[in-house]
């Protein structure tokens, strides 16, 4: 059994050098925001599954192979009749500035709560559930997994952990804060950006600062979660829990592509939680991952490994041979 488990798609991401033109060359790789947190688990060390849902083509075998070879436990169901979801970073001078999304007929699209029948000791046996608001957000389907995965781990005394990850190219603001909001009541752990806090609250979105960010994680825990975690960029991030609000500086770090910085994130706050540290410390190992992740393109090519993490700038530049 593993420590972690996280629920979600797994998409084949395209990368063009540059703007696409007939001809252009495109860089195959994956991306899904559960199985980019567990990949960054298991380079920290850590016990990690992933269960999603592709479609039985090469792209759902190459989502597969890429994060098993990552080392994380991968159980997929396969759709012969529906395939792997994809996405396409459109890119200018160099950096991607949007993400599209072609998903909403894929395998995970079609995912229903009959499919968690073969994995429910696998999620009852974890420490952590990992879950994101993108997968209720692929549909009614998806969304009813997530509420019986919840349901299986508040039976089994397991730790609910939701990063909102909200994506208004699959919903509205309404939609999103009307759904999760009801999800909340099963969940210990929130994870969100300042955006995504306003959302849930109802609130308008205020320039970020540290003391905005404790202010809307302790009211983050009144909507349900005993622990909720502000993240605010450059500034690093705030936390609120039963203990009171903290907020960790981070070290900004030279962006080349800011995608999977939240998964990075959780990937290090999970680790430190699995090791039963303080709010602190939990967020920042989440700053230090989200800032390695950033430095590398890819959602989660940058994820660190722990000894990266115990030696992040080598005193010597000479190169070893
Ligand atoms: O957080 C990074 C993710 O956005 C990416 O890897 C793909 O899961 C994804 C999504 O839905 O955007």
């Excluded at 996405?87 to 894929?106: A, C, H």
């Excluded at 395998?107 to 952590?128: F, H, I, M, S, T």
Aim: charged letters at 20%.
């Amino acid at each position: 059994m593993s420590a972690v488990v996280t629920l979600g798609e797994t998409m084949a991401l395209l990368t063009p050098p540059d703007r696409i033109t007939a001809g252009s060359a495109l860089w195959v790789g994956i991306g899904g925001a559960e199985s980019n947190a567990a990949i960054g688990l298991a380079r920290l060390g850590c016990d990690a599954t992933w269960i999603g849902r592709v479609g039985d083509d090469d792209l759902g075998t190459a989502v597969v192979r890429e994060i098993r070879a990552e080392g994380v436990t991968v159980l997929a169901g396969r759709d012969p009749d529906a395939p792997t979801g994809m996405m396409l970073k459109e890119v200018r001078g160099g950096r991607p500035r949007r993400v599209r999304y072609y998903r909403s007929t894929s395998a995970a699209a079609r995912w229903c709560p009959e499919d968690l029948d073969p994995v429910v000791d696998v999620v009852a046996g974890a420490r952590v559930l990992h879950l994101t608001g993108i997968t209720p957000a692929l549909g009614s389907g998806p969304l009813a997994v997530v509420r019986r995965a919840i349901a299986i781990s508040r039976d089994a005394g397991v730790t609910v952990v939701l990063d909102v990850n909200h994506r208004r190219a699959l919903w509205t603001d309404e939609r999103a804060r009307s759904v999760l909001t009801g999800l909340l009541g099963g969940v210990d752990v929130l994870l969100a950006g300042p955006d995504e806090a306003a959302m849930l609250l109802g609130e308008p979105e205020e320039d970020p600062s540290p003391q905005a960010g404790t202010d809307l994680a302790t009211r983050l825990t009144a909507l349900g979660p005993g622990t909720a975690v502000v993240k605010l960029g450059e500034l690093g991030a705030a936390g609120a829990d039963a203990h009171g609000a903290v907020v960790v500086p981070t070290t900004p770090v030279e962006v080349v592509d800011p995608v999977g910085a939240g998964d990075a994130f959780a990937a290090g706050f999970l680790e430190r939680t699995l090791a039963g540290a303080p709010l602190a410390d939990r967020i920042a190992r989440g700053n230090a991952c989200g800032g390695a992740v950033c430095r590398v393109r890819g959602d989660w090519e940058g994820l660190p490994f722990r000894d990266e993490l115990d030696d992040p700038a080598p005193a010597s530049a000479a190169v070893v041979r």
